[in-house]
């Protein structure tokens, strides 16, 4: 069957996101130890790490929300030491635009220009990157998050609100990804086809069952594979 649309992952596929998750702790901990020292001299930056993971694990009804997750944890540092309210849009700011700062591979870019010219994107992340501010909201037909549709990857339920936004059926959509089980495993249980970006060339996990339709270096294979089977279908 021809691929008709595609949901496209984002951090790890388009870009490295742990730089830029690194980055914006640095310039969060740098805020703080010019505006609020107290804070920053009980939480630097591995405390800090800490706690959101403390928060993550209690919260599992957040598991979806990454920004609230962040959100509590800086709640909770400023109570902490006392401190009852906590300035959220202004630490929220210095943090989040420091986690929009990406680099794109250098193949991204190139392949996604080449790939949303053809055929309809739907962005799905369970992440909270921003589009717009990244500077390449205009190649996607939608944007789909973990956030605003309630369940993440590999829940089938994020996958399907994306076909629905696309208006194709599931074996008409390419799922193009990074992560093996959240990416490829989570898209094939919900019936769309599957294309594994495997930058790392890393054998498939046999444990994860079937493989991926397509297994490819980078997006640029990607765009090569979609234009080779459009004409093949032509």
């Known amino acids: 069957m021809r691929i008709l649309a595609l949901t496209l992952d984002l951090d790890d596929t388009l870009w490295p996101v742990l730089p830029a998750l690194e980055c914006a702790d640095r310039e969060l901990d740098a805020y703080l130890r010019a505006h ?6 009980r939480w630097p930056i591995p405390a800090m790490r800490q706690l959101r993971a403390e928060v993550a694990a209690e919260r599992l009804d ?9 959100h509590l944890t800086m709640q909770r540092a400023f109570a902490a030491c006392g401190l009852a309210e906590a300035p959220i849009e202004a630490l929220w700011e210095v943090y989040y ?4 700062r990406v680099e794109l591979y250098a193949d991204a870019l190139p392949a996604l220009q080449r790939i949303t010219a053809r055929w309809p994107v739907a962005s799905l992340t369970n992440g909270n990157a921003d589009l717009q501010r990244i500077g390449i909201h205009t190649h996607f037909h939608c944007h789909v998050c973990a956030r605003d549709t309630g369940v993440g990857k590999p829940d089938a339920r994020i996958f399907h609100a994306a076909v629905q936004r696309l208006g194709a059926t599931p074996a008409q959509i390419l799922h193009v990804g990074d992560d093996p089980l959240l990416d490829v495993c989570g898209a094939r249980d919900a ?7 495997n930058r790392a060339r890393a054998p498939w996990p046999d444990a994860l069952g079937a493989p991926p339709d397509l297994d490819l270096p980078d997006l640029g294979a990607l765009a090569d594979w979609l234009e080779r089977s459009e004409g093949d279908a032509a």
């Open 191 to 197: 019936g769309l086809r599957t294309a594994w970006i």
């Open 62 to 70: 957040l598991a979806h929300d990454f920004t609230t997750q962040r």
């Open 36 to 41: 609020h020292p107290e804070v920053a001299a």
């Open 97 to 100: 635009t420091a986690r929009n």
